[in-house]
């Protein structure tokens, strides 16, 4: 089997080359990432030189670029690549609507082209928009986006499921809770929360501190991708949750007593604009029909990932000094 995976220079993505190359060891990935500031090689830099694995540097806009790569022939198409931060959303969403709308037009049309036999779009549960105290999101929750970035995901899906009616394209879109674990970019809460803490600094929480998520270990994540890659049913759509939720004050105290570093690091910020208050995901129909279920609670994979991130100072170092990337690099072939 010969997949095309996309944006997996980035956080979920380079955990799932891990993955899949350790579970699927006689399948080819190729990986198309274009390297935006959140794309690190270092992720992958273990398994750089695996004979099942090859990276090539182009945007998943460029049509004449991506094209090559679907005449040799591609089985699957698994598209993580997206502008993701929602506050970058918020100041640039013309870059958000590119990469995250145009960018997965572009990979559908390839895709009918050359008869790719799957298409898995991988989603967010942010295009369900937010809950009150109480509920989940189920596959059936109406689609009302927030923000810019959220906005540009439901798009994606809509033209995902578009071809599926369309076409007879066999697509199957997947919406993650909150993900965390190693190799995500210090922008996001965690790995900002723990960095910021391990140098004394003051950790930054967003009004009251009390918007709830639901955590998604990482790996989990990955072996729920792989489930619906060979196991979809073709034109469902599938939620994966951790079943972990925890309001954003929460997850930095727990990392605070961790660390063991004293919570009036903690400052209150101004709110986001457009915050949503609560995220919680419905995972019942994967769990049913894939026989998927989260191996990692949230107490033990916070464990995980603060360990990782303790004994990783040089790849945080990396990014910090903005070593980790290099307008140069050069795809591998």
């Not at 992720?43 to 790569?69: C, G, M, W």
């Not at 929750?141 to 394209?169: C, I, Q, W």
């Not at 954003?248 to 604009?273: C, F, G, H, M, W």
Request: hydrophobic share 35%; net charge negative.
């Amino acid at each position: 089997m010969r997949l095309l995976v996309t944006g997996c220079a980035g956080f979920i993505g380079s955990n799932f080359i891990h993955y899949y190359l350790a579970k699927h060891p006689a399948h080819q990935l190729v990986n198309v990432d274009v390297l935006t500031y959140a794309g690190n090689l270092d992720n992958l830099a273990s398994i750089s030189n695996h004979k099942q694995y090859q990276f090539v540097r182009t945007d998943i806009t460029d049509r004449k670029a991506l094209e090559p790569l679907f005449q040799a022939g591609v089985d699957a198409v698994v598209n993580f690549a997206a502008e993701s931060h929602v506050d970058r959303s918020i100041t640039q969403p013309d870059i958000f609507v590119k990469s995250n709308i145009l960018g997965t037009q572009t990979l559908l049309d390839l895709a009918k082209q050359y008869q790719v036999q799957k298409f898995v779009q991988v989603s967010t549960d942010e295009v369900y928009g937010t809950l009150g105290p109480t509920g989940l999101f189920s596959e059936d929750t109406p689609l009302a986006p927030n923000s810019p970035y959220s906005a540009s995901k439901a798009g994606a899906d809509l033209l995902v499921r578009a071809y599926h009616e369309t076409f007879g394209m066999n697509v199957n879109i997947t919406r993650c809770s909150n993900n965390y674990g190693p190799f995500q970019f210090p922008e996001k809460l965690i790995p900002l929360m723990i960095r910021n803490a391990l140098s004394d600094l003051p950790l930054p929480v967003y009004g009251d501190g009390l918007n709830v998520r639901d955590w998604l270990y990482v790996e989990d994540h990955c072996n729920a991708i792989d489930l619906v890659i060979h196991n979809g049913v073709s034109g469902e759509v599938y939620n994966i949750g951790g079943n972990n939720e925890r309001t954003n004050l929460q997850v930095v105290k727990t990392i605070l007593e961790a660390l063991d570093k004293p919570e009036s690091l903690i400052r209150y910020v101004e709110d986001r604009l457009g915050h949503d208050r609560r995220y919680a995901i419905d995972a019942t129909k994967i769990q049913r029909e894939l026989g998927w279920k989260p191996k990692h609670q949230f107490e033990t994979g916070i464990r995980n990932t603060i360990s990782w991130y303790l004994a990783n100072g040089e790849w945080m170092d990396r990014i910090a000094t903005g070593a980790y990337w290099s307008p140069m690099s050069e795809s591998k072939s």
